[in-house]
T-cell receptor, first 112, second 110 residues
């Protein structure tokens, strides 16, 4: 158990819908990262927050957005969902910007 | 943009054989990390390398960071069935984000 929690574990929704994925970092960690992992693929970096501020952006689609709240939990919003958005979405946290990333168990999103 | 490639993509070995995966970055890295992801699991941090030419060992695992800080390797001696999984490197190149390599999936045959 890494100490990072993600909800929900599984999500099944239809194309065109909007969903919100939630992440609570480890106690004391200020940095939150979001990654997308499609079936048997690598980890694609989406976005990073540090203490509420956006730090870095990857190839995140305009249909996707995220934020980190004052209590440091983070949410990833995915809208106008397409079949290709089906993937495992991981959240990771770290104490500062450099150092080990601790991953949550992931949210498996299936778009039908 | 920054890219991190790993080879091989897949590796099947007999239990007891050695295994090596290589990681190459298109840009100079400030540090590199290695992670292991078991089937159905999440990536788990193994180690971080920071210095040019650095070598670190964890039991049967040996990690190396290249002199130019653009490549790295992970070597496992005498593989065991518990080593099964996908090994990822992740490089940080001055900015905050960690870019993960394409991963090497290791299968160990008993």
């Amino acid at each position: 158990d890494s100490g990072v929690t993600q909800t929900p574990k599984h999500l099944i929704t239809a194309t065109g819908q909007r969903v919100t994925l939630r992440c609570s970092p480890r106690s004391g960690d200020l940095s939150v990262y979001w990654y997308q992992q499609s079936l048997d693929q690598g980890l694609q970096f989406l976005i990073q927050y540090y203490n509420g501020e956006e730090r870095a952006k990857g190839n995140i689609l305009e249909r996707f957005s995220a934020q980190q709240f004052p209590d440091l939990h983070s949410e990833l919003n995915l809208s106008s969902l397409e079949l290709g958005d089906s993937a495992l979405y991981f959240c990771a946290s770290s104490v500062v910007d450099r150092g080990p990333l601790f991953f949550g168990p992931g949210t498996r999103l299936t778009v039908t | 943009g920054q890219q991190v490639m790993q080879i091989p993509q897949y590796q099947h070995v007999q239990e007891g054989e050695d295994f090596t995966t290589y990681c190459n970055s298109s840009t100079t890295l400030s540090n590199i990390q290695w992670y292991k992801q078991r089937p159905g699991g999440h990536p788990v941090f193994l180690i971080q390398l920071v210095k040019s030419g650095e070598v670190k060992k964890q039991k049967r695992l040996t990690f190396q960071f290249g002199e130019a800080k653009k490549n790295s390797s992970l070597h496992i001696t005498a593989t065991q069935t518990t080593d099964v999984g996908t090994y990822f490197c992740a490089g940080q190149a001055g900015t905050y984000k960690y870019i993960f390599g394409t991963g090497t999936r290791l299968k160990v045959l008993a």
